[in-house]
């Protein structure tokens, strides 16, 4: 830190000490207060953490701001435990801080551009538009390039007014590396990794926090036995973020945590069916004002003007419109809790391809889903929800990052290599292995995909809809099986006695050529 002394830049009388629900006492510098106090954070207030999971969890009123402050603390407590080992160790006092003062910004600024009830309507609607990433300059949609333009275009100027930029670094275009997972020093490629990963600070501070607010025990883990698990590994040529082999209890307890907190919270009926109603009416929202384009608007001004109050009293308007409009539909369900009933819910959370039996209850699921959507096609009486999800990865892709400087740099040569989701570093022998190689319950169900089908009708249509989906489930698609395998056998009779009369034709016109000669 050439600009400003560290002893300036942390000035007691300065320095804020926030009150967290979740993580006590936090400690707020100045620069993060200011962007704290910013209108683009404060937005975050009026940001719920869950969308609308409150109505089914009264207790889940918690927003994005709350969770944006908590990611930041657990970032600078990561960092703390990391100055322990390399590359940090060496680092001098004001070289560290100012790494830490990164990572920890990108964390309290990583969800900044969130949308309306945060992920509502980020697949299925597709209400976001394409922007020009002030990263990569391409076109990009979803609430992450949002929130790297907010930081570019509404907060730079705050940032580099205590860090400002230099010849060396400019804080602005490191923290925007960061959130686009590619930070260009391979001596610090962990600092992504913090930020998202399998074991970032997002996850560490949502299961926490989510399960507080829920009043459920699912997302509790021991997140200082984690942070304490951590370490940084050299992997061709790039530090990633592992952890020690005496962390592995702590990590299946994270990993599982977020399993359960997904098939009990994030994936509840209830939640999936309110979500469905919430992106349709924001669809029909944006389409009837905003830009009337059914997509959140490009500009950041008037993107930044919408937020969950405003929706909220856009569903108590419509509603009490009272018409038979598709708006006023999902505002109806919405403001006065009416929903579908579930018809139709498997028992199957997720299935493993190569496993018979799961494979075969997945195989039915999809049959009863095409069939649904070709007899309800368009029809508000029924609902076809299919959550999906992986279970925890075992392998993943990562960027090998080659100095750009590089006269032997081509685009062409190998850019990707494997590398373990969750990397174990030995302490017998330092040797960097994924955690399944350690852990038979993480191995029990990595790769395992969640695919968890309802179907959901109006109670006019629910009796009925539900005699169909058990014998299209059971009985339709046996008999089809059955049908099937009948059919094949027929083929193969047909096709062998297809293959002895071309041998007999053959055969004739060999006795009938030998004649003629």
Same mark, same amino acid.
């Given at each position: =830190?050439?600009?400003?002394?560290?002893?300036? =830049?942390? &000035?007691?009388?300065?320095?804020?000490?926030?009150? /967290?629900?979740i993580h006590g006492l936090v400690l707020v510098y100045p620069w993060e207060r200011k962007l704290i106090d910013t209108e683009e954070f404060q937005r975050l207030r009026r940001i $719920?953490?869950?969308?609308?999971? %409150?109505?089914?969890?009264?207790?889940?009123?918690?927003?994005?701001?709350? +969770?944006?402050?908590?990611? =930041? $603390? *657990?970032?600078?407590?990561?960092?703390?435990?990391?100055?322990?080992?390399? #590359?940090?160790?060496?680092?001098?006092?004001? !070289?560290?801080?100012?790494?830490?003062?990164?990572?920890?910004?990108?964390?309290?600024? $990583? /969800? @900044?551009? $969130?949308?309306c009830f945060s992920h509502v309507g980020e697949n299925e609607t597709n209400i976001y538009p394409a922007l020009s990433d002030p990263v990569s300059g391409e076109m990009v949609s979803g609430h992450e390039v949002y929130t790297r333009c907010i930081i570019k275009e509404k907060l730079s100027k705050i940032i580099e007014e205590f860090w #400002?930029?230099?010849a060396e670094r400019s804080m602005v275009e490191d923290i925007l590396m960061i959130l686009s997972q590619g930070s260009s020093d391979p001596t610090y490629r962990f600092f992504d990794d913090i930020i998202s990963g399998q074991l970032d600070c997002d996850k560490m501070d949502y299961l926490l926090r989510d399960s507080h607010y829920c009043g459920v025990e699912y997302g509790v883990f021991d997140l200082d036995k984690l942070i304490h698990s951590l370490r940084v590994a050299e992997f061709d040529g790039n530090h990633i973020l592992a952890v020690s082999q005496n962390g592995i209890q702590a990590v299946e307890e994270f990993v599982l945590a977020r399993y359960w907190m997904f @098939?009990?919270?994030?994936?509840?009926?209830?939640?999936?069916?309110?979500?469905y109603y919430l992106s349709s009416f924001l669809k029909n929202y944006l389409q009837c004002a905003e830009g009337k384009t059914g997509k959140y608007p490009e500009d950041l001004d008037k993107y930044l003007e919408l937020d969950d109050a405003k929706i909220e009293r856009a569903i108590r308007d419509y509603a009490k419109r009272n018409d038979n409009s598709e708006i006023c539909y999902f505002a109806?369900?919405?403001?006065?809790?009416?929903? +579908?009933?579930?018809?139709?819910?498997?028992? %199957?959370?997720?299935?493993?391809?190569?496993?018979?039996?799961?494979? &075969?209850? %997945?195989?039915? *699921?999809?049959?009863?889903?095409?069939? *649904?959507?070709?007899?309800?096609?368009?029809?508000?009486?029924?609902?076809?929800?299919?959550?999906?999800?992986?279970?925890?990865?075992? @392998?993943? /892709? *990562?960027? !090998? %990052?080659?100095?750009?400087? /590089?006269?032997?740099y081509k685009t062409e040569l190998l850019l990707f290599k494997e590398m373990p989701a969750i990397p174990i570093i030995s302490k017998h022998d330092g040797s960097i292995k994924p955690i399944q190689d350690y852990s038979f319950t993480l191995r029990s169900i990595s790769d395992r995909k969640i695919s968890i089908l309802r179907v959901y009708a109006e109670e006019t249509e629910a009796n009925e809809l539900q005699k169909k989906c058990i014998?299209?489930?059971?009985?339709?698609?046996?008999?089809? @099986?059955?049908?099937?395998?009948?059919?094949?056998?027929?083929?193969?009779?047909?096709?062998?006695?297809? &293959?002895?009369?071309?041998?007999? !034709?053959k055969k004739l016109q060999e006795d009938l050529n030998a004649s003629d000669s």
């Amino acid at each position: =830190m050439k600009n400003r002394g560290l002893n300036e =830049m942390i &000035d007691a009388d300065d320095t804020s000490v926030f009150r /967290d629900p979740i993580h006590g006492l936090v400690l707020v510098y100045p620069w993060e207060r200011k962007l704290i106090d910013t209108e683009e954070f404060q937005r975050l207030r009026r940001i $719920h953490q869950l969308s609308m999971t %409150y109505l089914i969890y009264h207790g889940a009123e918690h927003t994005r701001f709350g +969770h944006s402050i908590g990611v =930041m $603390h *657990i970032a600078g407590r990561v960092m703390e435990h990391l100055r322990k080992f390399e #590359p940090l160790k060496s680092l001098s006092e004001n !070289i560290f801080f100012e790494k830490k003062a990164l990572v920890r910004m990108a964390a309290l600024l $990583h /969800d @900044i551009g $969130h949308g309306c009830f945060s992920h509502v309507g980020e697949n299925e609607t597709n209400i976001y538009p394409a922007l020009s990433d002030p990263v990569s300059g391409e076109m990009v949609s979803g609430h992450e390039v949002y929130t790297r333009c907010i930081i570019k275009e509404k907060l730079s100027k705050i940032i580099e007014e205590f860090w #400002p930029k230099s010849a060396e670094r400019s804080m602005v275009e490191d923290i925007l590396m960061i959130l686009s997972q590619g930070s260009s020093d391979p001596t610090y490629r962990f600092f992504d990794d913090i930020i998202s990963g399998q074991l970032d600070c997002d996850k560490m501070d949502y299961l926490l926090r989510d399960s507080h607010y829920c009043g459920v025990e699912y997302g509790v883990f021991d997140l200082d036995k984690l942070i304490h698990s951590l370490r940084v590994a050299e992997f061709d040529g790039n530090h990633i973020l592992a952890v020690s082999q005496n962390g592995i209890q702590a990590v299946e307890e994270f990993v599982l945590a977020r399993y359960w907190m997904f @098939i009990q919270v994030y994936f509840h009926k209830d939640r999936r069916l309110f979500d469905y109603y919430l992106s349709s009416f924001l669809k029909n929202y944006l389409q009837c004002a905003e830009g009337k384009t059914g997509k959140y608007p490009e500009d950041l001004d008037k993107y930044l003007e919408l937020d969950d109050a405003k929706i909220e009293r856009a569903i108590r308007d419509y509603a009490k419109r009272n018409d038979n409009s598709e708006i006023c539909y999902f505002a109806n369900r919405l403001y006065k809790r009416i929903h +579908h009933k579930v018809v139709f819910d498997p028992p %199957y959370v997720h299935y493993n391809g190569k496993d018979e039996e799961q494979s &075969d209850a %997945y195989h039915r *699921i999809t049959y009863v889903n095409q069939n *649904i959507r070709k007899e309800y096609a368009n029809s508000r009486n029924v609902y076809v929800d299919l959550a999906k999800g992986s279970t925890a990865k075992h @392998i993943f /892709d *990562i960027k !090998i %990052y080659t100095e750009e400087s /590089d006269p032997d740099y081509k685009t062409e040569l190998l850019l990707f290599k494997e590398m373990p989701a969750i990397p174990i570093i030995s302490k017998h022998d330092g040797s960097i292995k994924p955690i399944q190689d350690y852990s038979f319950t993480l191995r029990s169900i990595s790769d395992r995909k969640i695919s968890i089908l309802r179907v959901y009708a109006e109670e006019t249509e629910a009796n009925e809809l539900q005699k169909k989906c058990i014998n299209w489930f059971t009985v339709e698609y046996t008999t089809k @099986i059955a049908q099937l395998e009948e059919a094949k056998e027929k083929k193969e009779k047909l096709k062998g006695e297809l &293959d002895k009369t071309e041998e007999s !034709i053959k055969k004739l016109q060999e006795d009938l050529n030998a004649s003629d000669s």
